[in-house]
């Protein structure tokens, strides 16, 4: 019980690393790329780091399709956009290489 604590703790700041990262780059289309490598680098903790990059992840999309109701137009995100961070959050946590998603450009420190 307590390396899953471990592993799901150290799982969610991989998670807050790549969100901080995802916000310093403010880099277009560089969104699934963080999504897969917060994943991803969760994942690899073990199975407490992996669960805690799914419910990030759900809790993330889920927030955002509900706050969507209440603002003006939305957040212009979308269903589909939902379903594709998705995807790309499980192409990381299934440890499949999250440089599939990497933008062209982007800088190499991340």
Not at 4 to 29: C, K, P, Q, S
Not at 39 to 55: E, F, I
């Given at each position: 019980?307590?390396?899953?604590?471990?592993?799901?703790a150290?799982?969610?700041?991989?998670m807050i690393?790549?969100?901080?990262?995802?916000?310093e780059?403010?880099y277009?289309g560089?969104?699934k790329?963080?999504?897969?490598?917060?994943?991803?680098?969760?994942?690899k903790?073990?199975?407490?780091?992996?669960?805690?990059?799914?419910v990030?992840s759900?809790?993330?999309?889920?927030?955002?399709?509900?706050?969507?109701?209440f603002?003006f137009?939305?957040?212009g995100?979308?269903a589909?956009?939902?379903r594709?961070?998705q995807?790309?959050?499980?192409?990381?946590r299934s440890g499949?290489?999250?440089?599939?998603f990497r933008?062209?450009?982007?800088?190499?420190?991340?």
């Amino acid at each position: 019980l307590l390396s899953f604590l471990g592993e799901a703790a150290r799982g969610t700041w991989d998670m807050i690393r790549a969100y901080n990262d995802m916000r310093e780059a403010n880099y277009i289309g560089a969104d699934k790329y963080f999504h897969a490598r917060g994943n991803y680098d969760a994942a690899k903790r073990g199975p407490g780091g992996a669960w805690a990059a799914k419910v990030i992840s759900d809790a993330r999309e889920n927030f955002q399709r509900f706050t969507d109701r209440f603002s003006f137009g939305g957040s212009g995100r979308g269903a589909e956009d939902s379903r594709a961070d998705q995807a790309a959050n499980e192409w990381g946590r299934s440890g499949k290489d999250p440089n599939h998603f990497r933008p062209h450009g982007l800088p190499d420190k991340y």
